[in-house]
């Protein structure tokens, strides 16, 4: 059997988005930019995508932007932000346990003399909201938080921080990674009142290589790409049409079947859970258990185990996950800044997986999964000596 448990990483796209992006290339291959009918007929095309993915997040179609990917979308919003709002401050703010592609932009721009407060978040991964307040300025230009945290899957509390920014006199613009998020919970972006906004495409069965960013209307945002005028001149270089029909038909997807898809992932995940706490013993459950937590991603120590091992070991019974830990080498091991700043011990850190699900997996799957991990978490305890 072939379970895959590493959706956080990567999904595998739905038949519908192949079947679109394989008739794109074969009959919709048009400049979009062209003025002739194979263009039109392929700008009619786009158009259509960026209603899906407008429809998906709650938003108007003229504020969608289509990107190559989340950390494309994620650094659009910070540095075009920034160089639209030059005069508004200096002072930025973000979380020590964002994605790289938000935590090295806003350490970029520390180096280039802007002013940055990285909010520590508790043992559960949630930000310190006290933290958070008394780290607001005048000057604070810009917030960029995610919703959804890649390893732990902890929620972060997105509308109480917009709540507490609406009562200051001059409002920093607030951006959310919403790559972890889209498809998984349910959010309106009119309604949560962000001001930007980044996706992804292959974390909801989408394609590789494209994302998009919303942009709230009126948002000041400044172009860091210079070439033609595609995407309101906001983002030039010819489209990725079958990226963009792709992610199109995977965001009406995700939309239509929202709520049956997140139910049965959270029924998968109580079921893995459950199982692990009753069959394993020696374990930590890393970031909130279900209540608080994306219904798709669940991190877990395994006391005395290193979880490189432990991923090989259960990728020879056809189970694929992934480790807490970023990587090691020879010199020394080098350990997730996420785990770390929830205060986990090295051994702790060491000894993290991530099942991350998709309401493509099974019971059957699961069941399967929690068979085999018990066996080989047994297996090696007898190992090393401690059972």
């Known amino acids: 059997m072939e379970v895959y448990l590493d959706n956080g990483a990567t999904t595998k796209p739905r038949e519908e988005v192949i079947n679109i992006m394989v008739k794109s290339m074969r009959e919709n ?11 039109v007929e392929v700008e009619k095309l786009l158009k259509k995508a960026r209603r899906q993915v407008a429809k998906a997040l709650g938003a108007d179609e003229r504020d969608i ?28 703010i973000t979380t020590k346990i964002e994605h790289p592609s938000v935590l090295n932009v806003f350490k970029s721009l520390e180096e280039k003399g802007y002013e940055v407060s990285y909010i520590d978040v508790g043992k559960n991964g949630v930000i310190n909201i006290e933290e958070f307040k008394n780290s607001l300025r005048d000057d604070t230009v810009l917030i960029s938080i995610m919703y959804v945290n890649n390893e732990v899957g902890t929620l972060q509390p997105i509308d109480n921080i917009i709540s507490i920014i609406k009562g200051m ?8 990674d919403a790559i972890q998020a889209f498809g998984k919970i349910d959010f309106n972006v009119n309604k949560l009142k962000v001001d930007l906004m980044s996706i992804s495409g292959h974390k909801i069965h989408g394609p590789k290589g494209i994302g998009a960013l919303y942009v709230r209307k009126g948002t000041k945002l400044k172009s860091i790409f210079f070439g033609g005028s595609q995407e309101q001149g906001l983002r030039s270089g010819t489209e990725n049409v079958p990226g ?8 009406e997807s995700v939309k239509k079947n929202l709520k049956t898809n997140t139910s049965k992932m959270i029924h ?5 859970l459950k199982a692990i706490k009753n069959k394993i013993e020696d374990i930590k459950i890393n970031g909130s258990d279900l209540e608080g937590s994306a219904p ?23 189970i694929y996950i992934s480790t807490g830990s970023a990587c090691s080498s020879k010199k020394k091991k080098v350990f997730s800044h996420v785990l770390k700043e929830m205060g986990l011990t090295d051994n702790q850190m060491e000894g993290a997986i991530r099942f991350s699900i998709s309401h493509e997996n099974t019971e059957d799957e699961i069941e399967y999964t929690i068979e085999k991990l018990v066996d080989i978490v047994g297996k090696l305890r007898k190992v090393i000596g401690r059972r």
């Open 268 to 272: 998968l995940k109580t079921i893995l």
């Open 169 to 176: 006199k001059k409002k920093p613009l607030i951006h959310v």
């Open 296 to 318: 798709h991603i669940l991190n877990i120590s395994f006391e005395g185990i290193r979880g490189e091992v432990l991923l090989h070991s259960l990728e020879q019974e056809g």
């Open 244 to 251: 963009i029909l792709g992610l199109g038909a995977a965001a």
């Open 29 to 39: 291959y048009g400049n979009p930019s062209s003025m002739h009918r194979k263009g």
């Open 65 to 92: 932007y289509f990107t190559s990917g989340g950390t494309e979308s994620n650094n659009m919003a910070i540095l075009g932000a920034l160089e639209g709002n030059r005069r508004r401050g200096n002072h930025i």
